[in-house]
């Protein structure tokens, strides 16, 4: 049950994410292009449409990250641990990052998400809320992908510890 939720969430976020670096890709193809060929009148808001693609596709990608284990970790200290110190220090760590995105995803995200004030970008006169509304994704994605890798783990602790068994 944990596992096909969360590979359905991968693919989804996958596609956003694909979605949205596509769409980064066409922006700055078209800011090139404009600022290529002299008489194409250079538009203002390509560098800033980019920038909140990249911001978008970063978000959407933060979640299948965490799945496949793809962030940056110092794995010295885990190289010399057992197996089952190994899965605990694991299960430790995702529970301080999901406490650690929880945290960020109530006390700041929503806020900046939901502001009342009336806040518009610069080039495109879009409201800031649809830009800070990419926190909101980040921080939940991974509040929720730690804490299906946290279940994932548990579960698999039965299965460990029936192998540690049949070594001895």
Excluded: H
């Excluded at 496949?68 to 197996?83: K, Y």
């Excluded at 006390?107 to 939901?114: G, I, N, P, S, Y």
Aim: contains cysteine; glycine residues 4%.
């Amino acid at each position: 049950m944990v596992r096909s939720i969360a590979k359905a969430a991968d693919r989804v976020l996958t596609a956003f994410a694909c979605v949205f670096v596509c769409a980064f890709c066409a922006t700055v193809i078209i800011q090139i292009v404009c600022r290529s060929i002299p008489f194409l009148p250079i538009p203002s808001w390509t560098e800033e449409l980019a920038r909140y693609y990249f911001i978008y596709a970063v978000a959407c990608a933060a979640g299948p990250a965490v799945r496949a284990n793809s962030f940056v970790a110092v794995d010295i200290l885990t190289g010399f641990m057992p197996r089952q110190s190994k899965r605990f220090y694991t299960i430790v760590l995702n529970g301080a990052l999901c406490a650690f995105a929880v945290f960020f995803e109530t006390k700041c995200a929503v806020r900046f998400a939901f502001l009342r004030a009336r806040m518009v970008s610069t080039a495109m006169e879009i409201p800031m809320q649809w830009i800070y509304f990419a926190l909101v994704i980040l921080f939940g994605m991974l509040s929720l992908m730690y804490a299906l890798e946290i279940i994932s783990l548990c579960q698999d602790a039965g299965a460990w510890e029936g192998e540690e068994e049949g070594k001895k």
